[in-house]
């Protein structure tokens, strides 16, 4: 754990360093039972600090192969670093049932320095 006794201009400096390596990752599943399978595989992994499986379905429209489908989904909501992307979206892809998994990657521009730092702290072996 870090030192408590770090001044608030380097907690504010730390901060925005894990605020800028941050990211939420939305991968949808066709069952609870993948999505479970998958938030435990990534987590364990330490490809992830945590994942939230929506377990009330989603309802996606897309076109796949010329033609609109939709589908019920169940979404996962995952917290990582940028380091992490590259291993994460690879496990994501051997572990999905989908031809071609949605995965998409979003910055996290702000938030709690705590959970920050406990969120680069629990994946800080992932890029190794």
């Keep these: 754990m870090k030192a ?3 001044s608030p201009m380097n907690r504010q400096k730390e901060s925005r ?35 939230n499986v929506v377990r009330s379905p989603v309802e996606s429209f897309y076109t796949w192969k010329a033609k609109l489908e939709s589908a019920r989904e169940h979404l996962l909501i995952i917290k990582t670093t940028a380091r992490c992307l590259l291993r994460l979206e690879r ?14 990657v979003i910055p996290i521009i702000g938030g709690s320095a705590d959970y920050l730092s406990w969120l680069s702290e629990s994946v800080s072996g992932c890029a190794k």
């Design 91 to 104: 496990e994501v892809k051997r572990l999905h049932t989908y031809e071609v998994p949605e995965f998409v």
């Design 17 to 51: 360093s894990k605020t800028r390596d941050a990211r939420v990752v939305l991968v949808t599943c066709p069952s609870v039972a993948l999505a479970r399978k998958i938030a435990r595989a990534v987590v364990q992994k330490r490809l992830a600090a945590c994942v």
């Design 4 to 6: 408590v006794n770090m």
